[in-house]
Each structure stands twice: as structure tokens, then as C-alpha cells.
């Protein structure tokens, strides 16, 4: 209703107003829930990428630690996801090259409770999460004490894959320049590192060209068995971890994907995940699309997101003697 000279009175503004800001709020709840349907990554297809072959009679064997888990759905983990619980394992990998022991990851540490408090609160309250041994724990039980450990190769930094560095004190821990930079000024992502104090750090450069597609590569131990390769956008510096042993190639990818229907499908995360995780998504989106063909042209390649437990169980396990 306008007043007598038609100018609009203060209530009919106050209305105007509310009905603007609800349909602003409509409009990005449907973004939001949008964001969740299924929707496949564009995957090109410039040609076949096969994996080069890794150093004969060099036996690397793998065996996984569970050190805790979280619970979340699956629409979280990625675009198409249902309604039902996943569990999102803390695992820690072993390797067991004849030149020395490697973690990839460290799980939680046995102090995690207090670790998962410094967190974000929005992730806490979209998970629940539980405990087990950590790493250290479980390695000793094996007879394996810190100092026998060649070191700690951290796939990226967030809290979850760095925990367990509490409890091995004086591991080297291996990262490249970018994810050193961002455990110094990533902010609350990287805070847990900070907290952990002087950790024995040790830089590697990517010294190698292009591997499987990706732009460069570092070769852990010279020979070909263990090949590291940047594939930053959930954190700077993430990497993935090419292993070879006997006539399977692994690719632990880290945080890329959370669940290997990530990969297969291929599909991202939905929005409100990635834009509390990812720094960059579009560079996720290329390197999911990548691995994606990468697994469809090599059949001896298994992909490992760090958290999809269903595919960590499928690996051999540390079994006490
Ligand atoms: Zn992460």
C-alpha cells in the first residue's frame, strides 16, 4: 500500500525487505542441496597413459594400521552419494623396502581426543569419531621402535594424517616445500602440525619429469618402487604414492577422493565439503579425472583414498607375530 503521496511506508519496506532476503535464502539452500546431486566429472581423453613398470627384484611389502576411524554419510564424501554411513578409516601404511621402513601417514596419535578439539567445529559435528591404537602402538607391538623408521611420508598435513607424529618422536618426516609452507601459515588446517612442535622435517624437491601423467615426480628410494608425484588442491602441497610390489601398483592418493567412488564414478566432493577442505577444487577435479583414466588403462593399478576403509581392508594387514 502506498501513502498518500505514493511513497512506500516503513512496513511495506520491512516486507519488501524479508521477502528479498527468504529468497536469497531459497535460492542458496537450493544451490546447497544441488551441489549434492550426482553430477560426473568431465574426463578428456588425450590418449592412453600407461604406467611405467617398476624395478624388477625389488620386493616392497605393504601392511596397513588401523588407528581409528570417523563416521559420516556418503552424500558427504561425494557428489551421488546416499544416505548411508561410511566409515572413514585412520589408516597408517607400512612399506617394507629393502632399503628401510616407510609410514605413508601417521593416523591418530593415542592422544586424539585432544588433537580432534583443536578441529574445526563444523567437521566435528558432521562426523563422530572413534579411536584405536596408534601407529607407534601398534608397530612396537611388531617389535618396530621408532628409531628403526625411515621416516614418515606425509601425503598432506591436515590433523588426521598427522596425529600420530606425537608419538614418534624424531622420525624424519618427509614433505615437499609447498606443504611445509602450508603447516607454517595454512591457518586453522594446519594448526595441529604447528602445535606438535620442532618435528625432524625433511624437504624433497620433485627431481624427476613427468610420471603417470602427472608433471613431476621424487623416487623415494632410487629404484623406481616408490614414486611420489604433486596433485595439490585439497592442501598445497598433497601429493599421491606410487607403489610397487610384485605385479600390483598402488596409488595412495591421500585426501583426493575420500571414497574410491571418487575415482571410479569420477565425482568430487559437494560443495560444502570441498569448501571446507579444498583449497583448490579445480585442480582435484583434473587430478581425479586424471587418476580416473589412469585406473581404466592399467588394471594392476589399485587406487587407495587414505580414508575409504573398504579398500584399506582389502590390503594385508600388520598382524602381531
Ligand atoms: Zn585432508
Redesign the pocket.
Known amino acids: 500500500m502506498l501513502g498518500r503521496r505514493g511513497v512506500a511506508q516503513p512496513d511495506q519496506k520491512g516486507e519488501a525487505v524479508m521477502k528479498k532476503t527468504l529468497l536469497v535464502l531459497l535460492l542458496l539452500l537450493g544451490a546447497l542441496l544441488w551441489s549434492f546431486l550426482p553430477q560426473r566429472l568431465d574426463v578428456p581423453q588425450p590418449g592412453v597413459i600407461t604406467l611405467p613398470p617398476g624395478p624388477a627384484g625389488v620386493p616392497v611389502q605393504l601392511a596397513v594400521m588401523h588407528t581409528g576411524s570417523m563416521q559420516a554419510k556418503a552424500f558427504f564424501a561425494y557428489r551421488g552419494g546416499g544416505l548411508e554411513d561410511r566409515e572413514f578409516g585412520m589408516d597408517v601404511v607400512l612399506l617394507k623396502h629393502p632399503r628401510g621402513l616407510l609410514l605413508i601417514d601417521a593416523g591418530f596419535a593415542s592422544a586424539w581426543p585432544q588433537h580432534l578439539a583443536a578441529t574445526p567445529a563444523l567437521l566435528r559435528t558432521l562426523s563422530r569419531t572413534q579411536g584405536g591404537e596408534s601407529a607407534a602402538l601398534q608397530l612396537a607391538k611388531v617389535g618396530i621402535q621408532p628409531p628403526q623408521l625411515a621416516g614418515v611420508l606425509l601425503?598432506?598435513?591436515?590433523?588426521?594424517?598427522v596425529s600420530g607424529l606425537a608419538d614418534l618422536p624424531g622420525v624424519p618426516v618427509l614433505v615437499n616445500a609447498e606443504e611445509k609452507h602450508f603447516i607454517e601459515h595454512g591457518g586453522e588446517?594446519s594448526a595441529l602440525a604447528r602445535s606438535l612442535g620442532k618435528l625432524n622435517y625433511q624437504l624433497y624437491d620433485f627431481e624427476h619429469g613427468p610420471y603417470a601423467g602427472f608433471a613431476a615426480s621424487h623416487d623415494v628410494f632410487g629404484d623406481g618402487s616408490v614414486i611420489v608425484v604433486p596433485a595439490g588442491g585439497?592442501?598445497p602441497g598433497?601429493v599421491i604414492v606410487f607403489v610397487h610390489s610384485g605385479a600390483r601398483v598402488y596409488a595412495f592418493i591421500?585426501?583426493l577422493a575420500w571414497q574410491h567412488e571418487g575415482v571410479d564414478l569420477p565425482a568430487e566432493r559437494p560443495w560444502l565439503a570441498r569448501s571446507i577442505?579444498d583449497v583448490n577444487p579445480a585442480t582435484v577435479r583434473a587430478d581425479l579425472a586424471q587418476l580416473h583414466r589412469l585406473a581404466a588403462a592399467n588394471p594392476q593399478l589399485l587406487i587407495v583414498p587414505?580414508?575409504d576403509h573398504r579398500v584399506m581392508q582389502t590390503l594385508p594387514q600388520l598382524a602381531a607375530p
Open positions: 601425503t598432506h598435513a591436515h590433523w588426521d594424517h588446517m585439497h592442501t598433497s591421500g585426501d577442505v587414505a580414508h
